[in-house]
T-cell receptor, first 115, second 109 residues
């Protein structure tokens, strides 16, 4: 069964450093998402991406964040200058179509630890 | 405002039935999803509702009342492996999910 993959599974970085989290969505999917989950808290929407542009973003997704689909398969989330509060699990998700009948598939997540 | 409320924790014994309630108040509502999440893992899809009524999928059923902004997830014949967090999530037309904080279900022998 096709699945969303994410690398790395765990990333440790120092405050102020840039990190890039990578995701490979399911190949025929067109809509892509990033979510984050701070330990012990709820899953929070960051950004949605379709047709090579951001379709919606949350208040969390400020100028320090960016997304890119550089080569038609990878979908990346970049944090330019990490802060301690960026420590969280980051989930990538994708879906085939826009309608609610299309299931959204989540990747296994990248645990980001900022020290 | 945007809000999704669900109980923090529920405990039930193996073989029992548990009902997890969720109330929501979100803009652009297009459907209500239920996910299961084990600690440190990604959410996995359980069930969804678009129209009012009950959807049954094996041991899991979900109910939606759009007029009341209310849903529930019913877990029957509880097994130890059902111990997990259950996430209620509303979706809009773009597919963005807004999640509740999750209900931790503890299944005891």
């Amino acid at each position: 069964e096709p699945e969303v993959t994410q690398t790395p599974s765990h990333q440790v970085t120092q405050m102020g450093q840039e990190v890039i989290l990578r995701c490979v969505p399911i190949s025929n999917h067109l809509y892509f998402y990033w979510y984050r989950q701070i330990l012990g808290q709820k899953v929070e929407f960051l950004v949605s991406f379709y047709n090579n542009e951001i379709s919606e973003k949350s208040e969390i997704f400020d100028d320090q964040f960016s997304v890119e689909r550089p080569d038609g398969s990878n979908f990346t989330l970049k944090i330019r200058s990490t802060k301690l509060e960026d420590s969280a699990m980051y989930f990538c998700a994708s879906r085939r179509g826009q309608g609610v009948l299309y299931e959204q598939y989540f990747g296994p997540g990248t645990r980001l630890t900022v020290t | 405002g945007q809000n999704i409320d669900q109980p923090t924790e529920m405990t039930a014994t193996e073989g029992a039935i548990v009902q997890i309630n969720c109330t929501y108040q979100t803009s652009g509502f297009n459907g209500l999803f239920w996910y299961q999440q084990h600690a440190g893992e990604a959410p996995t899809f359980l069930s969804y509702n678009v129209l009012d009524g009950l959807e049954e999928k094996g041991r899991f059923s979900s109910f939606l009342s759009r007029s009341k902004g209310y849903s529930y997830l019913l877990l029957k014949e509880l097994q130890m492996k059902d111990s997990a967090s259950y996430l209620c999530a509303s979706t809009d037309s773009w597919g963005k999910f807004q999640f509740g904080a999750g209900t931790q279900v503890v299944v005891t022998p």
